[in-house]
């Protein structure tokens, strides 16, 4: 068969829908030698070279639009123009990782991946443009008779919920995996070079004895629930803070502890930098921005805790990314982030986030141990099967 997959989220360095395609394309293209694959998307500029080279070498044929993938996406999206058979010729099966499908002059069958329904749930959390753009994907994925694939039960039942003109037997549920380089690294000489490139403690790179952490990883955007974030550690550190009425476990230093904020300006960013400026914690809180994937393992390792008390996740990678490194993670009992660890994982209560922290602090809990199983080879496996039939 012949395969077309829309790549243009790759444009989106750095983020969940980029990396899910990253990840996607490259193991389907190692499991699988049967078919043909033809790879697209849209940009005045050639994307990422090793990744693309990545692509070709496993047998990829790569094909570019030279225009902006915003505008290109419009015309698909709002004005039904551009068939992307014109670009890459007729294929037997699209598959769309981020549910936006273009127009074709041959009739197509289509697999189309949701990762989540967030826009439609928190629409007071989104401008009113993506609402839109997102309304009118949705709407092409459940009138064209697409397989429908979603990362987890919690997305199905929203889509379900949300659409119930949607054939639930269309939806397949499979859960996606994490790089291998997901581990925990024990080197700490190798952890203090990473955080010595990002400049997180100054001129004091002594030790991860004096240089300790919590990490949050993802867009800095109001449905993250950062500001909660930001005000547990500000409690944190105040006194006093711990059961037995010490500070850190000697010899941490609390006068060193950091919070590392890792990942792009989303909406409403500055009422994040606000609330650090007037809780006097600009040089405690670190606002890290993009960081790629090689050096994020290492900042797992070294972190104390993972931070993540998102409203809602259609997946959520970061907290099985750190777990997977070893490291805790603080999260919200709630969406696909319930489907992520075993019973018996301490999740954070609404207004017990402080408590929980300390908890997984103090006991030094074991997250990895809780973690369910997320393996790529697994999902194109799945993936494989459903374009054989």
Known sequence: MKIGIDISQLNYEGTGVGNFTYNLVRNLLLADKNNEYRLFYASLHKLNSPVLNDFEKLGAKVYRYPIPHKALHFLWGDKNLVPI?????????????DYLRPPTL?????ITIIHDLIWKLFPEKQDQKTIKYHEIKIKKTIENGDVVITDSECTKKDLIKLYPQIDEKRIQIIYPGIGDQFKKINDENKIVSVLKKYNVFGS?????ITNHYLLYVGAVEPRKNLDIAIETFHQLIKPPRFSDGESFPKPR??????FLII???????DKIYELVKNLHLEDKVKFIGFVPDSDLPYLY??????VYLSSY???????I???SCGTPVLLYNNSSLSELFKNGYPYAKKGGELSALKFLLENKIDTKKYLNQFSWKEYVARLISILGN
């Open 85 to 97: 058979d014109l670009l890459i010729g007729k294929v037997d099966v699209m598959i769309f990782s």
């Open 106 to 110: 041959y009739k197509t069958k289509g």
């Open 204 to 208: 004091n790179h002594q030790s991860l």
């Open 253 to 258: 230093r609390i006068d060193d502890f950091k």
């Open 263 to 269: 990942g792009k300006a989303g909406w409403e960013k």
């Open 301 to 306: 390792s070294g972190a104390k805790a993972l």
């Open 313 to 319: 996740e259609g997946f959520g990678l970061p907290p």
């Open 321 to 323: 990314e750190a777990a």
